[in-house]
């Protein structure tokens, strides 16, 4: 059962919930809020800086089941699969890995039982991770060498998403080159320079348009956390549908389309491409 509080001063979620989950670390606080397991007024948050009024009633231990249908998922759609790496074609709305020891529903739990069986019980590791909302290609290895092994190499893989975008870029093509930096406590990235920001590199190319919304494809060189979801929201294009850097809606623009990696045993490109679902274009209309 959750836990409700009410507020009795402004604040912002992640203060509130440090303040009064005595007892709990502030990684678990984080923990709790990425696993979309608190809600306020009854409305699943996962923002940190998320601002409270008084008498707000915020819940904690919150049950969200992660499915596009609102129902629990038990089979994901595997694109690829061999002895050391498998690539599945995500959901958006499902957790690439769980946030918490409680929650089951997550691709690597629901794709290590979909493969084990009584006597086998399969293990795998991530090899990168996509936003809980971002649908497309997702890669685990089967152990700890082939993870390591497939992301010494993971600096030239050539990672293509598509993205809806707010508008449309006045260059067919482009590229930005703006540093990132993580804020670990609003869990959203700053753009610009600083002594903390990473280089990063977005390639973009304008596949068409509407009168108001235009279909991007996205080619990144370095994969920082948000990276695609930052860039084209400073370019002043947000990702449809992208509450954290641009506009609340149902579904988030963003799909992972192609993946093309070196294998970890022979050594050889291997690439993996999986088209954007129905209701990802449907975005455009």
Known sequence: MAEK???????????FLINHLTGWSKKTVKQRLQGSSIAVNGEISTKYDFPLNVNDVVEVGVVKKASTQGQTLHKLEIIYQDKDIIAINKPAGLLSVGNTTESKQHALAILRNQLSRAKKQVKLWPVH??????????LFATSKEMRESVMDKWSIA???????VEGYPKEKKGTITQPLRADEREYRMHIGKHPDAKAA????????????RALLEVKIETGRQHQIRAHLAWLGHSIL?????GTKGEKMGLHAKKLTIIHPVNKKPLSFEVDAPRDFYALLN
């Open 241 to 245: 549908g992208d509450e954290r850097y």
């Open 158 to 164: 050539e990672k293509i998403y598509l993205a809806i």
């Open 201 to 212: 590199v977005t390639h973009y190319t304008v596949k068409q348009t509407t009168p108001e």
């Open 5 to 15: 509080f009410i507020v009795k001063e402004r604040s912002t979620l992640l203060d």
């Open 129 to 138: 991770r996509l936003d809980r909302d971002t649908s497309g290609i997702l």
